[in-house]
Structure formats: C-alpha cells, structure tokens
C-alpha cells in the first residue's frame, strides 16, 4: 500500500543499508519507491522528495536553528 515517507537521518542510513547500491540519497528514495510504491521525503543538507516517476530537490539553506517536532509538521501537512 502506498505511503509517504518521511526518515530521519538515521531512518535514511538504514534504508541505504537495506534498498540501496550507493550512499546516494536520491537513489536510496527511488530503490524504495520503485519497491513499495511509495514516497520518499527526506530533510536533510538538500531536502529530496522522491515518488515513482520524478526525484526533486531543494538546496534553499534553512534557518541554523529547526523547532522541535518540524518532522511532524511535515508528516501531517503531507497527509492533509
């Protein structure tokens, strides 16, 4: 079933670990969409959204400081 996906950094290392054959961001988003259909949001240095036929960036510099519970602002606007 699909879903949208929102890892955290250690979230997105273990994905590597387990879906991906490089370090590459973008590719570890497109290994696991390609297998469960789903959507990959990843915050990170450059946020990457990934779903089944398209990989986008932001490379915009954030604030130095990010609230707490900003992952499930997103988590929740996505699902809106």
């Given amino acids: 079933e699909r879903c949208v996906m929102t890892p955290n950094l250690m979230e997105m290392r273990r994905l ?10 973008a590719k570890v988003g497109m ?3 390609k297998k469960y259909s789903n959507i990959v949001v990843h915050k990170g ?13 932001c490379k915009e ?3 130095l400081k ?3 519970g900003i992952g499930d602002v997103l988590a929740g606007t996505n699902s809106a």
């Fill in 16 to 25: 590597d670990e387990a879906f991906s054959e490089g370090s590459d961001d």
């Fill in 31 to 33: 290994s696991v969409e």
């Fill in 45 to 57: 240095n450059v946020d990457t959204i990934t779903n089944v036929c398209h990989t986008m960036q």
């Fill in 61 to 63: 510099e954030g604030g």
């Fill in 66 to 68: 990010r609230s707490g």
